[in-house]
Nanobody
Framework: QVQLVESGGGLVQPGGSLRLSCAASGNIYSINGMGWYRQAPGKERELVAGITSGGSTNYADSVKGRFTISRDNAKNTVYLQMNSLKPDDTAVYYC???????????????WGQGTQVTVSS
């Protein structure tokens, strides 16, 4: 089995910063793309940022210039540095990873349990 465990969420004032972490563990042969999604109340889940195994990144327009995604392949961990946070960033943030459990298996998407980020004064 594969588990993704997120940490780093919390309450922060507008303009503040938070750093989210997501560590993958379990029966892992390799990890391809990793990413962060978020879901605000009453809204659909949306992609915030993604990163390939080679380090190429993409971001939602709403977070460009404020958020930075990175990963440590040796630790099977992905990070999301969030700066200049706004109330509109309030959501549950989910980690995602495309994982292969053996050389012969197919890629499968795994999700973390989510971590709450609240931006409020």
């Amino acid at each position: 089995q594969v588990q993704l465990v997120e940490s780093g969420g919390g309450l922060v004032q507008p303009g503040g910063s938070l750093r989210l972490s997501c560590a993958a563990s379990g029966n892992i042969y390799s990890i391809n793309g990793m990413g962060w999604y978020r879901q605000a109340p009453g809204k659909e889940r949306e992609l915030v940022a993604g990163i390939t195994s080679g380090g190429s990144t993409n971001y939602a327009d709403s977070v460009k210039g404020r958020f930075t995604i990175s990963r440590d392949n040796a630790k099977n961990t992905v990070y999301l540095q969030m700066n200049s946070l706004k109330p509109d960033d309030t959501a549950v943030y989910y980690c995602n990873a495309a994982v292969r459990r053996s050389m012969s298996s197919t890629w499968k998407d795994y999700w973390g349990q989510g971590t709450q980020v609240t931006v409020s004064s």
